[in-house]
């Protein structure tokens, strides 16, 4: 079968497509062959910390290898259909249909791959392309766990999304309008109409606006790119606001603010999980949820999808497609 294998870090250009032996599933696995799969942030911080904050630089690499990776496979969500499965699968049968993420496993750039059968994974409805499906596991459950659980966005109150067009921006600003929020999106000149289109009641383009320099307050901040810091944003808090940070760089700010003030920090851990790609799977059903696709790109070209996405001006999702001969 065909892979992406990963051998060295630095530019792109170091990605190779190989042909390697198709695996076989154990007895609690599915072998599931890939229709689509993407490239996110999270793939650019595994292949070369594109994305990651100074602060974890070090970390990260000692886990990723010091001198060469140590996951020489990438990819870290998919969609496509059993194959095969181990005597042990109950869940799924041969011929199913299905997308999620095989986390904290990885390895998706690719024909095939195993994944075991209690991973965050669910069946695709007929309605879902394999490209949507694909790109709906990793953004969509972060924005989920974001707005819903920890923001715990409510009817009547305001909220900011910084970072609006991009995978998790895009889904960010639609659940909160279904929540009930007042959405004001943070995006560039070439995404506000996008943005206006998914339901933001309000576009800033901060090529010409800066929003913390001007007099609008909210309830919520959510920076999904983690470009504005919590000190230039409290100023645009609501007395009691909550600031949530994409991934965790403001860490001791959070710490403080759980002691004094009454604007807060939060992030979270946002694990995937099976409840939750059936909910948003359900809000693509009744039509209350759009998967924004930017580019495709086959799999033999991953590597010009990899430098579009580093580049990190992607609107919404990049998708890999691998084997899309019939939906």
């Not at 993420?101 to 750039?109: F, K, R």
């Not at 109409?193 to 800066?210: C, F, N, P, Q």
């Not at 909910?279 to 759009?290: A, M, R, V, Y």
């Amino acid at each position: 079968m065909k892979s992406i294998l990963h051998t060295q870090f630095g530019p792109p250009d170091e990605l190779q497509l190989v042909e390697v032996e198709k695996p076989t599933p154990k007895d609690n696995e599915l072998l599931i062959k890939i229709r689509a799969t993407t490239v996110t942030t999270t793939d650019c911080n595994l292949r070369n910390l594109t994305f990651a904050p100074k602060w974890a630089r070090i970390p990260f690499r000692i886990s990723l290898g010091v001198f060469k990776p140590r996951r020489q496979r990438l990819g870290v969500e998919m969609a496509g259909e059993v194959e095969a499965v181990g005597k042990d699968v109950q869940l799924f049968d041969v011929g199913d249909h299905i997308f999620g993420t095989p986390e904290p496993q990885v390895g998706t750039h690719a024909e095939y791959i195993t994944i075991a059968e209690n991973r965050a994974i669910t069946k695709k409805t007929a309605e879902m392309s394999w490209a949507e499906a694909a790109a709906l596991t990793l953004a969509g459950n972060t924005a989920l766990v974001f707005i819903r659980d920890v923001g715990r966005v409510q009817s009547g109150q305001k909220i900011l999304i910084n970072g609006a067009s991009g995978g998790v921006g895009t889904f960010a600003v639609q659940l909160a309008k279904y929540y009930g929020a007042e959405v004001t999106g943070v995006c560039g000149s070439s995404n506000v109409e996008r943005v206006k289109s998914l339901g933001a009641d309000r576009v800033i383009d901060y090529t010409k606006e800066d929003f913390t320099k001007q007099k609008e307050e909210y309830d919520i901040i959510y920076d999904v790119v983690n470009k504005i810091s919590f000190s230039r944003c409290k100023g645009s808090l609501k007395p009691k606001g909550l600031y949530l940070a994409g991934a965790g760089q403001e860490l001791f700010q959070m710490i403080w603010t759980s002691i004094v003030g009454d604007k807060k920090i939060k992030t979270a851990d946002a694990v995937p999980s099976v409840e939750n790609l059936d909910f948003l799977k359900q809000l693509i059903q009744s039509g209350d949820l759009e998967v924004v696709i930017d580019r495709s790109y086959p799999l033999e070209n991953i590597v010009e999808a990899f430098k579009y996405v580093e580049t990190g001006h992607k609107k919404g999702n990049v998708i890999i497609n691998v084997s899309i001969d019939h939906e």
